[in-house]
């Protein structure tokens, strides 16, 4: 089965064409808000973000990592999946809002608008619970639903922090935009679902108890992951500062300016891989190697785009005031080819049901992160924190495969990427189904 058949392709362009108006609309909003807060109050509201960031692996019990695999396997049980997927997840919410205010009050004592920046911004996850649906609209390849409800979502959240800019309020009503952008998407996933599925939601405690057996090994992982992703923004603050924070966000932000495209790519392969698993087909190694390829060489090019016009685009986004930011970018844009083909890799381990050893990866790659910063932090300050973030990308998504005996006939798929006849095969194919 041909990774990029047409149904496929008609997700993935689905995906994209929404996320490119979104991505614009980000730009545009994430620009003025910024320039608006300035690089201490912008490293608040990103700090904030970087805490929630933490407990959202726990609040999605790594239920999210299987989901779209238990709907392929078991189409029939569906409504009882993701009914008791999302009743999970939302009891988890709750519990992780009032763990978020302990932790700041705790790790924040005497900064009354952190503490209070952090609880608001916290309230998302009820609504990011029910973002779990999505994964329906995944499975069945009809993410242009989801696609279409986020950029409604985020044309109105858009809208109301213009207000906000426009009447100048404080950093508080910031804090709470993402959570009105999951509402609204959780209302219409919920709305369209109901109109397309064929199964009402129920919790039953015995698929709980399944779910939760392969799930569990998620949680950890993805901490982990979370971990290196985050930890230098919490790191800087504590080491050197706010302002520090702003700086390496805006840095980050730019450099995941395409990451949708990658997302939308990976999402749309995902259920085709996971049926050429089930079906045992022999084109599951050409299936995953074409992906490798994709991400590689799009990832790659987007990075030396990106590094070599920096300057450009810090100064059109965010101004001179973040121009502490360019040395920042041109490091960490390299580190999202290594950052996606770890996506990649874990689709192959979940196939492969080999998700027992994401915990050992992770993990690796979370002391390592927490390990780096501590070193290149003091002495590069925010160059540090992204040649940090380099690197464990590179040990975690690479190095590991070829150390790690599980793994390493993945890394001989990744390499296979490497070869360009997989792009132009895959070219190829679009181009002979668009002239039929």
Same mark, same amino acid.
């Given at each position: ?25 980000? +730009? ?34 790594? +239920? ?14 569906? !409504? ?75 044309? $109105? ?39 397309? !599925? ?101 990832? +790659? ?15 059109? $986004? ?31 381990? $979940? ?20 390990? +780096? ?64």
């Amino acid at each position: 089965m041909m990774i990029m058949k047409n149904r496929v392709a008609k997700n993935s362009i689905w995906i994209i064409s929404c996320k490119v108006v979104q991505s614009l609309l980000s +730009l545009i909003v994430a620009m003025l808000v910024a320039r608006f807060l300035g690089p201490s109050n912008y490293g608040v509201l990103n700090y904030a973000a970087s805490i929630v960031a933490f407990f959202i692996p726990i609040m999605q019990l790594g +239920l999210n990592s299987i989901l779209v695999q238990e709907i392929v396997n078991q189409p029939e049980k569906e !409504g009882e999946i993701l009914g008791t997927a999302l009743a999970l997840s939302q009891l988890s919410a709750f519990l992780c809002i009032i763990g978020i205010f302990l932790f700041s009050a705790y790790a924040n004592a005497g900064e009354t608008q952190t503490i209070i920046v952090c609880f608001l911004y916290s309230i998302l996850l009820v609504f990011h619970s029910i973002d779990m649906i999505q994964y329906w609209f995944q499975a069945k390849l009809l993410s242009k639903y989801v696609s279409l409800s986020m950029l409604g979502a985020y044309m $109105l959240v858009s809208i109301y922090k213009i207000i906000l800019l426009a009447t100048g309020k404080s950093v508080y009503w910031f804090a709470v935009s993402n959570a009105i952008d999951y509402a609204i998407i959780a209302l219409v996933l919920i709305i369209i679902y109901k109109r397309l !599925g064929s199964q009402k939601f129920s919790f039953s405690l015995d698929r709980a108890k399944k779910l939760f057996s392969k799930s569990k090994f998620y949680i950890v992982s993805n901490m982990m992951i979370t971990i290196f992703a985050q930890t230098d923004r919490i790191m800087l603050k504590f080491m050197n500062g706010n302002e520090a924070v702003g700086y390496y966000s805006a840095a980050v932000a730019c450099a995941g300016m395409t990451g949708f495209v990658f997302s939308a790519i990976i999402d749309s392969a995902r259920p085709v891989i996971f049926e050429s698993k089930k079906n045992g087909s022999i084109s599951f190694d050409k299936n995953v190697s074409r992906l490798y390829s994709i991400i590689i060489y799009f990832a +790659l090019m987007q990075s030396v785009i990106i590094a070599l016009f920096s300057p450009i685009i810090i100064g059109i $986004l965010y101004g001179s005031q973040y121009s502490e930011s360019i040395s920042a970018l041109r490091i960490i844009v390299w580190y999202t080819t290594f950052s996606y083909l770890g996506s990649v890799r874990n689709i192959w381990i $979940l196939a492969e049901g080999k998700h027992k050893i994401l915990w050992v990866l992770n993990l690796s790659g979370a002391l390592t992160n927490i390990i +780096l910063n501590l070193i290149f932090i003091p002495v590069w300050g925010i160059n540090g924190a992204a040649f940090a973030s380099l690197l464990t990308q590179i040990f975690t998504n690479v190095i590991l495969g070829f150390i790690m005996k599980p793994i390493r006939y993945n890394n001989k798929l990744m390499l296979s990427g490497l070869n360009p006849g997989h792009l132009i095969e895959i070219f190829k194919g679009q181009l002979k189904d668009a002239t039929k």
